[in-house]
């Protein structure tokens, strides 16, 4: 069964550092990773994903990703954090179940905060 | 290009009571999947449609049911309420079934059980 771990609930940085919200993830076949990002009563926005290919993936809001096969990783990045994102993050994997039809499990989510 | 649109915003219900949730998905996008949103569950699937075929249904009782039409419209029912059910459901949409397709969500309806 695939699975999805986000092993920090709450992450704090300042604003200016670098700042990373962990991943890690199981599959029984080939891993399709996906960033989420979601602000107060809103839905979830796509970030980025990481289907094949280069390991380092770049995706909105100069937010990028880092694939990790040997680590089962897919921590998201960013160089500089601003105070607006500030946000819930969710990781999430999508595989196939054993019905041949695509299945999407999440992460719980971390919480973003970018401390002025 | 409209987004995914959930109706209505805000529900309260009554235990026992049924509510009917709708989800417009992006203008052709043909998968439509709900989920379930609470603080201490996190994010759950409930199920997914794609050309009006349920393809995949999350661990949720049979109260929690739902359809999609053939304009890839989609509706989610509960049945007798609990309180438990409190949370926000979000629609998301996909144009196709495709693996390694990003979801679109909607804003999300919050249903209060009192």
């Known amino acids: 069964a695939q699975s999805v771990a986000q092993p920090e609930d709450q992450v704090n940085v300042a604003e200016g550092n670098p700042l990373t919200v962990k991943c890690t993830y199981s599959v029984s076949g080939n891993p399709y990773l996906f960033w989420y990002v979601q602000y107060p009563n809103r839905g979830l926005q796509f970030l980025l994903k990481?289907?094949?290919?280069?390991?380092l993936v770049k995706g909105s809001y100069g937010f990028e990703a880092e694939f990790n096969k040997s680590q089962t990783s897919f921590h998201l990045k960013k160089p500089s954090a601003l105070v607006s994102d500030s946000a819930l993050y969710f990781c999430?994997?999508?595989?196939?179940?054993?019905?041949?039809?695509?299945?999407?499990?999440f992460g719980t989510g971390t919480k973003l905060q970018v401390i002025p | 290009k409209a987004g995914v649109t959930q109706t209505p915003r805000y529900l309260i219900k009554t235990r026992g009571q049924q509510v009917t949730l709708s989800c417009s998905p992006i203008?052709?996008?043909?998968?439509v999947s709900w989920y379930q949103q609470t603080p201490g569950q996190g994010l759950q699937f409930l199920f997914e449609y794609f050309s009006e075929t349920q393809r995949n249904k999350g661990n949720f009782p049979g109260r929690f049911s739902g359809r999609q039409f053939s304009n890839s419209r989609s509706e989610m029912n509960v049945s007798t309420l609990e309180l438990g059910d409190s949370a926000l459901y979000l629609c998301?949409?996909?144009?196709?079934?495709?693996?390694?397709?990003?979801?679109?969500f909607g804003q999300g309806t919050r249903l209060t059980v009192v």
């Open positions: 998301a949409s996909s144009p196709d079934t495709g693996i390694d397709t990003e979801a679109f």
């Open positions: 990481y289907i094949t290919g280069d390991n």
């Open positions: 999430a994997v999508r595989d196939l179940n054993s019905g041949g039809y695509q299945k999407v499990t």
């Open positions: 203008s052709g996008h043909r998968s």
